[in-house]
C-alpha cells in the first residue's frame, strides 16, 4: 500500500496537469472541482500552477468541427479563439475563491532559450507572490508542428523542472498507471513506482482519442524526468482531485530520487 497522501499535502510547490477530456465537452462542468480542489490547497499556503490542455477542445464545437483540423492554421486559429474561453470559464470559477488567474502560453523553443526560459520563470515566481494561480498551456497560435510540446504531460513536466517544484500530479481519466492496459479485465493499479524502477516489461502505449493526446508513455515519460530531479509524481483520476490533494492515498505514485534535495535559487 503506498502512503503518498501525506506526502502530497506537505508540498509547498505543486504543478497540478489537467487534459483536455477532463475540462471540455460533457466534461465542462468540472471545471468547479478542479478550482475548488487547487483553492483549498492555496489556502493553505502551497504555491500551485496548473498547466491544462484544452485550448483546441474548446475551439472546436465553436466552428462545428468534430475532429482536431490536420491543417496548422485552423488549429491554430481554434487554439486562439479556445484558449481565451477556457481562460474565462477558469477565472469565472477561480472568483468563487476570490482568486484571480494568471495565463502563461509557452513554446519549446521559450524553454530551451536561456534568456526566455528565466523570463518565464520570473513571472511565475511573481504570479506565486501575488497569489495569482497560474495557468499555463502551450502557446499554439504560434508553435510550428516542429517545436511543439506534443502533449502536455511534457509541458507539465518541463515546467515543474523550470520553478523546482516539490510535486508533479498528472490527472487522467484512468486512476493510475497499470501493469497492462486498464481495458484488460487482469490489469492491476500499480500505487507506487520506488525510484530507479525499471519499467521496461510493461505495455504502456500512447493515445489519441481526437481531442486530447498522451496516453500512459506521455505520463511515464514525464515523471521519469521529474523524479531522476527529485520531484515526486503522482498519476491518479481527474475525478480523484479533491481527495488526492487533501492527503488520500490514490493513483500511482513515482518516488522521487533520494539523493536530491530541491533547493530552490
Not at 498551456?137 to 510540446?149: L, M, Q, S
Request: proline share 4%; aromatic share 4%.
Amino acid at each position: 500500500m503506498s502512503d503518498h497522501g501525506q506526502w502530497l499535502v506537505s508540498a509547498s510547490r505543486i504543478v497540478v496537469k489537467i487534459g483536455s477530456n477532463s475540462v471540455t465537452g460533457e466534461n465542462e462542468g468540472k471545471i468547479d472541482q478542479l478550482v475548488d480542489a487547487l483553492a483549498a490547497v492555496m489556502s493553505r499556503g502551497a504555491e500551485v500552477v496548473l498547466v491544462s490542455s484544452g485550448a483546441i477542445a474548446t475551439g472546436m464545437p465553436l466552428f462545428d468541427f468534430d475532429e482536431k483540423p490536420t491543417d496548422l492554421e485552423t488549429y491554430q486559429a481554434l487554439a486562439a479563439v479556445g484558449q481565451f474561453r477556457l481562460l474565462t470559464r477558469y477565472q469565472k470559477s477561480l472568483e468563487r475563491h476570490g482568486i484571480i488567474a494568471g495565463q502563461v502560453l509557452l513554446t519549446l523553443t521559450d524553454i530551451e532559450k536561456t534568456e526566455s526560459r528565466d523570463n518565464a520563470k520570473k513571472a511565475l515566481e511573481r504570479l506565486f507572490q501575488l497569489r495569482a494561480l497560474p495557468i499555463v498551456n502551450e502557446n499554439d497560435t504560434v508553435a510550428t508542428t516542429e517545436i511543439r510540446f506534443g502533449d502536455n504531460d511534457r509541458l507539465a513536466a518541463m515546467v515543474a523542472l523550470l520553478i523546482q517544484a516539490d510535486a508533479l500530479v498528472l490527472l487522467s481519466d484512468v486512476d493510475g498507471l497499470y501493469d497492462m492496459p486498464p481495458t484488460n479485465p487482469e490489469a492491476k493499479l500499480i500505487p507506487r513506482v520506488p525510484f530507479g524502477t525499471d519499467l521496461g516489461n510493461l505495455e504502456i502505449a500512447g493515445t489519441n482519442t481526437g481531442v486530447g493526446t498522451g496516453g500512459a508513455i506521455t505520463k511515464v515519460a514525464a515523471a521519469l524526468s521529474c523524479t531522476e530531479a527529485g520531484i515526486g509524481v503522482v498519476i491518479t483520476n481527474a475525478d480523484n482531485v479533491a481527495r488526492t490533494l487533501t492527503g488520500e492515498s490514490l493513483g500511482t505514485f513515482f518516488e522521487p530520487n533520494p539523493a536530491i534535495k530541491i533547493a530552490r535559487k
